[in-house]
């Protein structure tokens, strides 16, 4: 089935043998920094896929939305959950759609077929959608190089910004909540470390546990990546702001790119040279700050943005029936040879 090397390793023996995988697999690529082509010899290898929804999925009662391998940093979603993505223009798929030939591990006909489909995804909701996660990594870069410089209760609520500004995001991945089903709010702690926490009210009712976890999780990460990026004492740790102030630059050039020309254009050819760069720390300050020709590529790039916004031709909204068209069609066939 599979070509590449890679795959063939047994750590990666999951995909043949899980039975939401195997034969359902239409697609497989190596995705973060190797498809930028921002990859050095510290990045690691992190693969996305798409799977078929089984019959049973389809037609019958079971649920079933994505499969997750930690070790091997691999996510391969269901047909059906990767289109809810798709229709969103969620970054970190959309941009499945757009990878170089090589990149691809994996691809049968109705994955080549879905990569030709593209198009019917993109519309104006990328200006939200790219939008605010470049704000999210800004927030993210400027609150690890700031907050050292805070007293805790200030701390807290740029950690408290950042999961709200994350939250639009997160509920496009999940089930959406009743308004005010989760509310999120600083107030004083009982805890002798902290003058102020966050706080969480919950009057979810019948929501699915499985989503409710993966909210938490998303959380739980961006509190996670929050304590992370605040250490700047080792050389890592400055590695990994760079790396953050280098996809907050590639978010705007994928946006501008999709708003524009209306492609996806996941390997930044054209930009390499400033992406790596930046990456590298070239735009870093001694203090471990950044320099304001970074700044200035920020503020270029998001006038960049909001002038695509407003001259580009895609539609306000994906052409639904389009899209629901190619769903029955592949989900179809799934019925009919008795996935």
Excluded: W
């Excluded at 701390?155 to 408290?160: F, G, I, Q, R």
């Excluded at 250490?231 to 590695?239: A, C, G, L, P, T």
């Excluded at 970074?294 to 909001?306: G, M, N, P, T, V």
């Amino acid at each position: 089935m599979y070509t590449s090397e890679l795959l063939k390793n047994k750590e990666y023996d999951f995909l043949r043998t899980n039975e939401h995988l195997g034969e359902r697999i239409i697609m497989l690529g190596l995705a973060g920094s190797y498809a930028y082509g921002t990859n050095n010899e510290n990045s690691d290898i992190d693969i996305r896929g798409v799977a078929l929804n089984r019959s049973c999925e389809l037609i019958g009662l079971a649920n079933y939305e994505q499969y997750v391998d930690d070790n091997t940093d691999t996510t391969i979603y269901t047909f059906n959950k990767i289109i809810t993505l798709l229709l969103s223009c969620n970054p970190n798929t959309i941009e499945l759609l757009g990878m170089r030939t090589e990149n691809y591990l994996y691809l049968n006909e109705m994955g080549r077929e879905l990569i030709d489909n593209a198009d019917m995804f993109l519309s104006k909701r990328a200006i939200g959608s790219f939008g605010g996660y470049a704000d999210a990594q800004l927030r993210r870069l400027q609150n690890a190089l700031e907050r050292d410089k805070y007293p805790q209760p200030e701390k807290e609520v740029h950690l408290y910004n950042s999961i709200k500004n994350a939250m639009n995001d997160i509920i496009s991945h999940y089930q959406k909540y009743a308004e005010n089903g989760v509310k999120l709010y600083i107030d004083k702690s009982d805890k002798p470390e902290m003058e102020t926490e966050i706080f969480m009210d919950n009057t979810l009712k019948h929501y699915p546990l499985r989503d409710y976890v993966g909210i938490c999780n998303e959380m739980n990460n961006i509190v996670k990546d929050y304590n992370k990026l605040g250490r700047r004492n080792k050389k890592k740790d400055d590695d990994h702001l760079n790396k953050h102030a280098m996809h907050l630059l590639r978010l705007f050039m994928m946006a501008i790119d999709i708003l524009e020309k209306e492609k996806i254009n996941t390997y930044r050819e054209n930009e390499l040279d400033l992406l790596l760069s930046i990456r590298r720390g070239d735009y870093q300050k001694s203090d471990g700050t950044y320099k304001d020709d970074f700044y200035a590529l920020i503020s270029d790039y998001e006038k960049r943005l909001e002038y695509a916004a407003k001259n580009t031709a895609l539609p306000d909204e994906p052409d639904m029936n389009k899209v629901s068209d190619y769903v029955m069609a592949v989900n179809k066939k799934v019925i009919l040879n008795g996935y």
